[in-house]
């Protein structure tokens, strides 16, 4: 999806702050936020009504603020199957991310808030998002990295493929991850390929088969 094209956009915040700053950064920017919703149930009706091309969707909302967000991001892709979700959170929580990459149709995004001030980069992951990929917070990657089970999926990985499926996981493209790890975009085709052999993912279109190996590597 190219950088310049304007998004149409829903925000479900509760913190009147955080969401009129959202508003103004995105209007700024040449976006149209054509609904702003403070509750779960509020953002399904307005996801199922507009069909945003992306949604950003505070974790916590009323009214117990554990978990509404989440719910509701859930709820609006089964109304609206693969419609573009960014949820913004205060902690990590895994569990989260793992729940929304259950369907395995991508279009997902896990931020903390904290990375919300860094404009260019939350805007990218918008428009990433909006594309149909997966784009993960570094530190939620990360912290995948020290959750293990007794049976370790990863552990038929190189170190090298690894790295490039947390790449992966943060939603970067091929060519975004030979840049990162200084090596040709060939050797880093090889190794998603040899990701999607080692994990025994069918034989499928390109983007389908990287949300499986993605979601490998959150239950892993």
Same mark, same amino acid.
């Given at each position: 999806?190219?950088?310049?094209?304007?998004?149409?956009?829903?925000?479900?915040?509760?913190?009147? =702050?955080?969401?009129?700053?959202?508003?103004?950064? #995105?209007?700024? @920017?040449?976006?149209?936020?054509?609904?702003?919703?403070?509750?779960?149930?509020?953002?399904? %009706?307005?996801? &199922?009504?507009? %069909?945003?091309?992306?949604?950003?969707?505070? &974790?916590?909302?009323?009214p117990s603020f554990?978990?509404?967000?989440?719910?509701?991001? &859930?709820?609006?892709?089964?109304?609206?199957?693969?419609?573009?979700i960014v949820v913004?959170?205060?902690?990590?929580?895994?569990? !989260?991310?793992?729940?929304?990459?259950?369907?395995?149709?991508?279009?997902?995004? !896990?931020?903390?808030?904290?990375?919300?001030?860094?404009?260019?980069?939350? #805007?990218?992951? #918008?428009?990433?998002?909006?594309?149909?990929?997966?784009?993960?917070?570094?530190?939620?990657?990360?912290? #995948?990295?020290?959750?293990?089970?007794?049976?370790?999926?990863?552990?038929?990985?190189?170190?090298?493929?690894?790295?490039?499926? /947390?790449?992966?996981?943060?939603?970067?493209? @091929?060519?975004a991850i030979a840049?990162?790890?200084?090596?040709?975009?060939? /050797?880093?085709?090889?190794?998603?390929?040899?990701?999607?052999?080692?994990?025994?993912?069918?034989?499928?279109?390109?983007?389908?088969?990287? &949300? =499986?190996?993605? =979601?490998?590597?959150?239950?892993?």
């Open positions: 999806m190219p950088a310049e094209r304007g998004l149409r956009i829903v925000i479900a915040d509760d913190a009147v =702050l955080l969401r009129e700053g959202l508003v103004r950064l #995105l209007t700024e @920017n040449g976006h149209d936020v054509v609904e702003v919703v403070g509750d779960g149930p509020a953002l399904v %009706a307005a996801v &199922v009504a507009h %069909a945003p091309d992306v949604s950003i969707v505070d &974790v916590r909302m009323p554990t978990d509404e967000g989440l719910r509701a991001a &859930v709820e609006a892709r089964s109304r609206r199957p693969g419609c573009p913004l959170s205060q902690y990590v929580e895994l569990s !989260y991310a793992d729940d929304l990459l259950a369907d395995r149709a991508g279009a997902i995004g !896990y931020l903390l808030k904290d990375r919300v001030a860094d404009v260019a980069d939350f #805007l990218d992951a #918008l428009h990433r998002v909006a594309g149909g990929a997966t784009v993960l917070d570094q530190e939620v990657v990360s912290q #995948l990295f020290v959750r293990r089970r007794d049976r370790d999926p990863l552990a038929v990985l190189t170190a090298r493929e690894r790295e490039v499926l /947390a790449l992966m996981a943060q939603g970067r493209s @091929n060519t840049r990162e790890l200084v090596v040709t975009e060939g /050797a880093v085709e090889k190794h998603v390929t040899n990701i999607f052999t080692k994990f025994d993912l069918p034989r499928d279109d390109e983007q389908h088969r990287r &949300v =499986l190996a993605v =979601l490998t590597y959150l239950r892993s």
